[in-house]
């Protein structure tokens, strides 16, 4: 009887740590996941900042240096415009007074 009862202790100790090792291995599985999760999340986080930063590097104005730039650009051919019309202006009214003459 004696080793019946010392085989069932041993057995119910077995189980016991098998239980135990049951239940960390299930604590482990459950942080892994955890952790694979927030992984998950990063990566998403990054990949949308990633995506923002894209978007906002092709939709960034210029600088104001080079809007400066540009503006100057203009005011000068507006000036050379406003030239061109004034010499055509005065050509005009020379051929005017050519044509009056004939």
């Known amino acids: 009887q ?32 955890a952790e694979a999760s927030q992984a998950q999340e990063m990566r998403r986080c990054f990949q949308e900042y990633e995506a923002l930063a894209k978007l906002t590097n092709e939709n960034h104005p210029q600088s104001s240096r080079t809007l400066k730039e540009q503006l100057s650009k203009v005011e000068n051919e ?9 010499e055509t202006g005065h050509l005009i009214k020379v ?8």
């Not at 069932?8 to 239980?19: G, H, I, M, P, S």
């Not at 507006?78 to 004034?86: D, R, T, V």
């Not at 051929?95 to 004939?102: A, I, K, M, P, V």
């Open 95 to 102: 051929r005017e007074g050519q044509f009056q003459l004939l």
């Open 78 to 86: 507006i000036e050379k415009l406003k030239q061109e019309e004034a």
């Open 2 to 33: 004696r080793n019946l009862e010392a085989q069932v202790e041993l057995n119910q100790k077995a189980q016991d740590n098998r239980q135990a090792e049951i239940d960390q291995w299930s604590e482990e599985v459950q942080s892994s996941l």
